[in-house]
């Protein structure tokens, strides 16, 4: 499959947010009209500046947010994701040649670059020195959740 038939797609998300205890009562027409004038912008503007796009997808959508949570959460680093595991054991100042992770090696990184190792581990990534402080160290990490 070539590049250009991949499909693409740009998303913008807002959201318009009336502050608790507004002591207003927003009637459908006037709320619609407001959803009409705000594609009609966003229309124009897209076409002008993302003119590569053929469509435009509106959803339109009226709560009332009783309950609303959005959480970030971090994924463990990864080569693709250009986190820890990126980085081999000389990008962290370890001057030391490529193999298994050693102890000593280990036990100069801080907690998140040791999950991250044992993350590897488990993944086969990357390996550790044959010793049982060196697996029970990794195991401890493995098995943490932060």
């Given at each position: 499959?070539?590049?250009?038939?991949?499909?693409?797609?740009?998303?913008?998300?807002?959201?318009?947010?009336?502050?608790?205890?507004?002591?207003?009562?927003?009637?459908?027409?006037?709320?619609?009209?407001?959803?009409?004038?705000?594609?009609?912008?966003?229309?124009?503007?897209?076409?002008?500046?993302?003119?590569w796009a053929q469509t435009m997808t509106v959803?339109?959508?009226?709560?009332?947010?009783?309950?609303?949570?959005?959480?970030?959460?971090?994924?463990?680093?990864?080569?693709?994701?250009?986190?820890?595991?990126?980085?081999?054991?000389?990008?962290l100042g370890l001057n030391e040649e490529s193999?298994?992770?050693?102890?000593?090696?280990?036990?100069?990184?801080?907690?998140?670059?040791?999950?991250?190792?044992?993350?590897?581990?488990?993944?086969?990534?990357?390996?550790?020195?044959?010793?049982?402080?060196?697996?029970?160290?990794?195991?401890?990490?493995?098995?943490?959740?932060?």
């Open positions: 499959m070539a590049d250009n038939d991949v499909p693409r797609v740009l998303r913008l998300t807002f959201e318009f947010t009336v502050p608790k205890g507004l002591r207003v009562n927003i009637r459908n027409t006037r709320r619609m009209a407001a959803v009409k004038a705000l594609v009609a912008a966003v229309e124009a503007l897209g076409a002008r500046e993302f003119p959803r339109h959508e009226w709560m009332y947010a009783w309950h609303d949570e959005t959480e970030e959460r971090e994924l463990p680093p990864s080569p693709q994701n250009g986190g820890f595991a990126a980085l081999g054991q000389d990008d193999g298994p992770w050693t102890l000593a090696q280990l036990q100069r990184l801080g907690a998140k670059e040791l999950r991250a190792v044992a993350l590897d581990v488990g993944f086969g990534r990357t390996e550790i020195e044959d010793d049982p402080e060196v697996h029970a160290l990794i195991a401890v990490y493995a098995d943490d959740e932060e």
